[in-house]
Nanobody, 128 residues
């Protein structure tokens, strides 16, 4: 069973930056599609960014495109999300996710929430 542990969340002012990390244990991430999802209070969990197993393909939701960057470190079994120009609408719990079974694309994983393993989440609050 893959275990995912997120870190890096916190309180940040509008316009600020945060970098989230997700460390995996219990298996290698090399063959997994990975992603970041977020859930705001009273809203459904949504896919923010997903990345293919080799890192060649990435997906970003329209709301974060141009501000967030997803990356993965194979040696350290870690997934990152660099978040810049944060605004209040970015507030929520951010979850790391992994897909080990077949998925058609990074977009499919993110938009249809095709996920096999979830992390416990890390809170991001953007407020002045």
């Amino acid at each position: 069973q893959l275990q995912l542990v997120e870190s890096g969340g916190g309180l940040v002012q509008p316009g600020g930056s945060l970098r989230l990390s997700c460390v995996a244990s219990g298996g290698s991430l090399d063959y997994y599609y990975l992603g970041w999802f977020r859930q705001a209070p009273g809203k459904e969990r949504e896919g923010v960014s997903c990345i293919s197993s080799r890192g060649a393909s990435t997906y970003y939701s329209d709301s974060v495109k141009g501000r967030f960057t997803v990356s993965r470190d194979y040696a350290n079994h870690t997934l990152y999300l660099q978040m810049n120009s944060l605004n209040a609408e970015d507030t929520g719990v951010y979850f790391c996710a992994a897909r080990g079974r077949f998925v058609a694309s990074v977009q499919s994983m993110c938009v249809s929430r095709q996920v096999d393993d979830w992390g416990q989440g890390t809170q991001v609050t953007v407020s002045s």
